[in-house]
């Protein structure tokens, strides 16, 4: 089983800056990669950003150049940097962790960005 607790959301001025944190705890050893995904009302859970243990990455098409992707391996924490927000980057993101037992999510926490 893994934990994962995330932190950092909140509302946020167009152009400005937020930085998620995800805590995974438990068998931290089966996972092979995390990341994140966000939701807006209405529309489908999207990724936005992944490591793998490696440290090879990836973004959504829609948040390169102003979002990244970083993990501290010794506090067992993935960030997601968040640079140059806009409107519609509002959503609720959630953290994920891709174990080889399955997949496990964060309970989520809430990005407002306000034009």
């Known amino acids: 089983q893994v934990q994962l607790v995330e932190s950092g959301g909140g509302l946020v001025q167009a152009g400005g800056s937020l930085r998620l944190s995800c805590a995974a705890s438990?068998?931290?050893?089966?996972?092979?990669?995390m990341g994140w995904y966000r939701q807006a009302p209405g529309k489908r859970r999207e990724l936005v950003a992944a490591?793998?243990?490696?440290?090879?990455?990836r973004y959504a098409d829609s948040v390169k150049g102003r979002i990244t992707i970083s993990r501290d391996s010794a506090k067992n924490t993935v960030y997601l940097q968040m640079n140059s927000l806009k409107p519609e980057d509002t959503a609720v993101y959630y953290c994920?962790?891709?174990?080889?037992?399955?997949?496990?999510w964060g309970q989520g926490t809430q990005v407002t960005v306000s034009s």
């Open positions: 994920y962790a891709e174990a080889l037992e399955g997949d496990y």
């Open positions: 438990g068998s931290i050893f089966s996972i092979n990669a």
């Open positions: 490591i793998t243990s490696g440290g090879s990455t």
